[in-house]
């Protein structure tokens, strides 16, 4: 089983619209959890990071399920600026140089 | 501030020839990573080191040697350049031990052909 596995996507969706992201992870020791986004050619850059209550940042709303070891991201009211690719990223516990990425999930916001 | 940069930004290298990446940050962090990224796949880590003189080998480690001579620069060497090495290789850097609250800052890659 791959460690960290997302929605393979891609999402076309038009502004305004409701978009959610699931990712699983494998390592139940795993400790930090977090949403990336990667621009077309660009270095993916922290959007933001996931805590187990769960957290909102503007349009955007992160939930951690340890039990089911499963993360999610909305995001609300989309715009074109939201297109890009979404990363999964998990830190495990003991580890503390190893992000494990995942594969992503491509964004297309329309107008 | 410059944040985490690398030199070049793109290159093209016949197989067997050598050469050499460039990170560097003006953040003071203590550690920096080299990351691999191919299409279908998510970043892999290359090297990383904890500090100063410091390297330790990641998730895919054969055909690259690293250096951190300076705290602020980590170099990331390519002694026989394969086309298995062509990849968008991302150089990042962190104030201390990765966690919720301890961002991990990219730089903007460099893209390296092998014909």
């Known amino acids: 089983r791959k460690e960290v596995e997302q929605d393979p996507g891609p999402f076309n969706v038009p502004e305004g619209a409701t978009v959610a992201f699931n990712c699983t992870y494998s390592?139940?020791?795993?400790?930090?959890f977090f949403w990336y986004r990667q621009d077309c050619r660009k270095e993916p850059k922290l959007l933001m990071s996931v805590y187990s209550s769960g957290n909102e940042d503007g349009r955007f709303t992160a939930q951690l399920n340890r039990a089911s070891q499963y993360i999610s991201l909305l995001i609300r009211d989309s715009k074109l600026s939201d297109s890009a690719t979404y990363l999964c990223?998990?830190?495990?516990?003991?580890?503390?140089?190893?992000?494990?990425f995942g594969k992503g999930t491509l964004l297309t916001v329309n107008p | 501030n410059a944040g985490v940069t690398q030199t070049p930004k793109f290159r093209v290298l016949k197989t067997g020839q050598s050469m050499t990446l460039l990170c560097a940050q003006d953040m003071n962090h203590e550690y920096m990573y080299w990351y691999r990224q191919d299409p279908g796949m998510g970043l892999r880590l290359i090297h990383y080191s904890v500090g100063e003189g410091t390297t330790a080998k990641g998730e895919v480690p054969d055909g690259y040697n690293v250096s951190r001579l300076k705290k602020q620069n980590f170099l990331l060497g390519l002694e026989s350049a394969a086309p298995s090495q062509t990849s968008v290789y991302f150089c990042?850097?962190?104030?201390?031990?990765?966690?919720?609250?301890?961002?991990?800052?990219f730089g903007p890659g460099t893209r390296l052909t092998v014909l």
């Open positions: 990223v998990v830190n495990w516990e003991g580890s503390n140089y190893k992000l494990t």
């Open positions: 990042a850097s962190s104030y201390g031990r990765l966690g919720a609250y301890n961002e991990q800052f």
């Open positions: 390592n139940s020791a795993s400790q930090s």
